[in-house]
């Protein structure tokens, strides 16, 4: 307040004293009889009791005046302070989780905002404006908390976010075409704070080929089978598809139904033997005894035979048992070194009788496959001079001495056309 204003006050109240506090007005102290100077004198001693009133009168007010300006100079400060005190509060909308509110804050940013709110938001939260960003009055804060999601979306199982608080918001914020589509939640289910488990199955066209025609259906079946029995297609016996029945159909795919038949065989088949050869030092080299003959052994095959959309397919063995085993074959093969003479037969032309029963090789076969060799042994003639198998077989220098020996039991008999050549 001024100084004007002050001691208009401070006069108010010096006119609003008490009773008490005001100058008396006494008596004049006057005897009867008195002389006109005595009056005189009484007169001047009322004057100088008016002035001390006076003076009385303006000492209370001088000292109000002084008290009041203090006073004056704290209220200008109040008024000031309560002016920025109002300045400072806020008016702003708080929504949290499509919750709004209306608040009065002294809090200069938003995340200043929502520390004082208690609420604490995380990486999938959303909070916008930014929680730096500067308040101002009028202001609206909005604050939706992320959930999780365990989405499996057509057979993908995937972990995800979203701040939508029901089924189909978290669907539309997902991008997930729900029209047509199976959900293990209904579309309004409210999805809390801790999450939900979905399982979303869209449609999907697939096309089916069976019995020589083509189907095609839209479907959220979760297995080839269910979309099977939606295209009203039944599998029966031994039937199958291209596809596992049990596997997820998948847009756009197409699947073949495969009718078939099938029936069992059972053959008996052979075992071939093994042939097991012993050295025999006591056999000349190149010479072969059978000592034990083998035995074919036989086993028992089942096979499944299979007619496909019409079409024999190839046999394919199941099963298989032995019925007989085989018995190896054991032969004595010769190890002692051939001698390099027969008395009586080392001088004769052995290469010229060679070139003329068979043209000088070792492997000839006569025409009927009857004769063999350099020399055209038989094969009882072979074995009887120690020879084992078909002379054809054997070595030459194993074939020429066989002839040798039988020159010695016999001439050149054996060789009634061309045995004239040995003695060339």
Known sequence: MSTSQGSHRAGRRAAALPVHDQPTQEAPLVAPGLVPEQGTRAGSRAGARRAARRR?????????????????????????????????????????????????????????????????????DIVAPAPAEALASGDEIVVRYGRPVALTLDG?????????????????????????????????????????????????????????????????????????????????????????????????????VLRITGSRQVREEAIPYTVEKVRDPELFAGSEVVERQGVTGVRRVTYSLRTVNGVRQKPRRTAEEIVREPVSRRVRVGTRPLPTSVAGADGLDWGALAACESGGRPNAVDPSGTYGGLYQFDPGTWRSLGGS????????????????????QRGASPWPHCGRRLFR
């Not at 708080?94 to 929502?114: K, Y």
């Not at 939508?164 to 918001?169: D, L, P």
């Not at 999907?204 to 839209?218: M, W």
């Not at 198998?389 to 010695?408: C, D, I, S, W």
């Open 389 to 408: 198998g078909t002379a054809q077989n054997a070595p030459a220098a194993e074939q020429t001495f066989r002839a040798k020996k039988l020159y010695v």
């Open 156 to 256: 993908q199982r995937r972990q995800v976010w979203t701040t939508a608080r029901t089924v189909e918001g978290a669907l539309r914020q997902l991008g997930v075409r729900a029209e047509g589509a199976y959900l293990s939640v209904s579309r309004g289910a409210a999805i809390s704070r801790q999450g939900l488990a979905l399982d979303v199955r869209t449609e999907r066209t697939v096309t089916f080929l069976a019995d020589g025609r083509e189907r095609t259906v839209r479907t959220n079946a979760a297995t080839v089978r269910e979309a099977l029995t939606e295209a009203g297609i039944t599998l029966s016996g031994q039937d199958a598809t291209s596809v596992a029945p049990d596997s997820f159909p998948r847009d756009g795919q197409t699947v073949n």
């Open 56 to 124: 009385k009168a303006s000492g209370p007010a001088g000292e109000g005046l002084r008290r009041l300006v203090p006073q004056a100079l704290v209220v200008a400060f109040l008024a000031g302070g309560t002016s920025a005190f109002v300045a400072d509060d806020k008016a702003v909308r708080l929504s949290v989780d499509g919750v709004p509110r209306t608040l009065h804050t002294f809090a200069d940013d938003v995340d200043e905002l929502l520390a004082d709110e208690g609420l604490a938001v995380g990486s999938h």
